[in-house]
């Protein structure tokens, strides 16, 4: 067990939360404050990277949504930050040491479909990874999960369709599609994401696989949904920038955060799932 998990359970007298959430950019917002039980800062999280981008906060905080215990990372941090790709490994297996049965991953990401608007959701069904980058080189976690990990159910199926249903129940609409990943920090040329849309790519961002990496190794379930912030390089006139991307997601803010507490509500988690 990592430092940061028994320094958790013993900040929350022992809690195990059910599931855990990662806020992408410009997400701040999850728990209401009347239903926050306790928030520590990742810098009294040894495992845990300090983000230093603007529109992540940098703490995980644990609250009751519907009788659940939910653990949420308030910000997460990025390869492009100058992280070792290992050190974002650390971050998802404390969450699998406090018990949590279910990861749910949010990002900002560009579209590769001109027919999936910013503002739109998109539950991932798959991902192609363009980083360069892998969180599980090196010597293999041998008390996580094997040296050779399957990824044919990446984005948990199950998991997935309760999601779909409950967003048809609310009538939010959520796309589905595949997430491709390059290092950043600067944004894709327009013949990167050309080349993306050949291969099959629906959007595109610089986070989330080196987690959803992690978890699937530790036998952590996942579901990931991208909040779309704008279109890719050369598919508008206008240029990128990461305040269009964190002032988009807060547009969108209240519809992922609505879908989440209420797939909480609906979800039916296994609890053999979280075990490998």
Request: hydrophobic share 40%; glycine share 8%; with cysteine.
């Amino acid at each position: 067990m990592h430092n940061s998990a028994k320094i958790f359970l013993e900040k929350t007298n022992n809690i195990n939360p059910d599931i855990a959430v990662i806020l992408g950019s410009g997400l701040t917002n999850f728990f209401e404050d009347k239903n926050i039980i306790n928030s520590i800062s990742y810098e009294d999280l040894p495992d845990f990277p300090k983000p230093t981008v603007k529109g992540h906060a940098g703490k995980l905080v644990i609250g009751k949504i519907s009788e659940m215990n939910i653990v949420c990372m308030y910000g997460r941090s990025h390869i492009y930050e100058g992280h070792e790709p290992q050190s974002l490994a650390k971050p998802i297996r404390v969450l699998k040491d406090i018990g949590c049965k279910l990861l749910i991953v949010t990002n900002a990401a560009g579209s590769l479909d001109q027919n999936m608007p910013a503002g739109s959701l998109m539950a991932i069904t798959d991902h192609i990874n363009w980083s360069g980058f892998n969180p599980l080189i090196g010597i293999n976690a041998d008390a996580y999960g094997p040296r050779f990990n399957d990824m044919s159910d990446g984005y948990h199926k199950k998991y997935r369709d309760q999601l779909i249903k409950t967003a048809n129940k609310i009538d939010q609409k959520v796309y589905e599609g595949i997430y491709c990943m390059y290092s950043g920090p600067n944004f894709e040329t327009p013949a990167e994401i050309n080349a993306l849309k050949v291969i099959g790519g629906n959007a595109v961002g610089m986070s989330t696989i080196p987690e959803v990496l992690v978890a699937n190794h530790c036998g952590l379930p996942v579901i990931a949904i991208s909040v779309i912030t704008n279109l890719a390089a050369g598919m508008n006139k206008t240029k990128l920038s990461h305040q269009e991307t964190l002032e988009n997601a807060a547009l969108a803010e209240n519809n992922i955060i609505n879908l989440i507490k209420n797939f909480i509500h609906d979800v039916k988690l296994d609890d053999s799932s979280g075990n490998n």
